[in-house]
């Protein structure tokens, strides 16, 4: 996918894609009001003869000069998992669907979201951030299927294989939209809400190929 700036736009478009997908009571793992989030604890280094001091990073901005809070920090360390999923999901299409068409979108989204992946990286590299937290609980993350659905889903091809994938990656595509719209109510950074928005238009697209599929 190629990351436009339209963000205008697309925040029209995901509001509607996001808010038929979530209500109040289905969140993201993470939070969802920017004021109520705790920034990240950063440690900024002195000048020469002087102390490294520690603030909270929506007082700091990072290379690019955004600020960010800790939704934000969340989804992108979260994102980075459940694309990763997406793609081993979509890889599987390649000698296994028997709709020629499948193989195709499969190989669109595990096309767009190898590079949103690396870019969701550099995002932290940038920050001095660890692209995971051990106290995340990836398999509650919204639409990730469990690792055995997985395994079932690589051991059918056909017509089988497709159905399959066709419920599973819908249910993961919503999930994502769900995260997205967390990220976009509550984040601090501007641009990562504009991927965001990004990621839940194009997704909601896929789901409604998948459909006619």
């Known amino acids: 996918m190629t990351l436009i700036t339209a963000g205008a ?10 808010a038929a997908r979530s209500g ?12 109520s989030a705790s920034p990240e604890r950063v440690v900024l280094p002195g000048r020469p003869g002087e102390s490294a001091r520690v603030t909270d990073s929506d007082q700091v901005k990072a290379p690019d000069g955004s600020t960010y809070n800790r939704i934000d920090t969340t989804f992108v360390q979260m994102m980075i998992v459940h694309h990763g999923q997406a793609i081993e999901m979509a890889d599987l299409a390649a000698e296994r669907a028997g709709d020629t068409r499948l193989r195709a979108l499969a190989g669109r989204i595990s096309a767009a979201q190898g590079p949103e992946v690396v870019w969701l990286k550099f995002w932290l590299k940038e ?3 660890p692209e995971s937290d051990p106290s995340h609980d990836h398999s509650t993350m919204p639409g990730m299927q469990s690792p055995a659905d997985v395994t079932a889903l690589a051991g059918l091809s056909g017509t089988n294989f497709d159905n399959k994938f066709v419920t599973m990656m819908s249910a993961h595509h919503r999930g994502a939209q769900q995260m997205a719209g967390d990220v976009i109510r509550g984040g601090n950074d501007e641009r990562l809400r504009e ?12 789901i409604r190929r998948m459909q006619q599929l």
């Open 195 to 206: 991927v965001a928005n990004e990621m839940a238009v194009e997704q909601g697209s896929e």
């Open 127 to 129: 920050r001095g951030l």
């Open 9 to 18: 736009v697309l925040a029209v478009a995901v509001g509607a894609v996001v």
């Open 24 to 35: 109040p009571d289905r969140s993201a793992a993470v939070p969802r009001s920017s004021s």
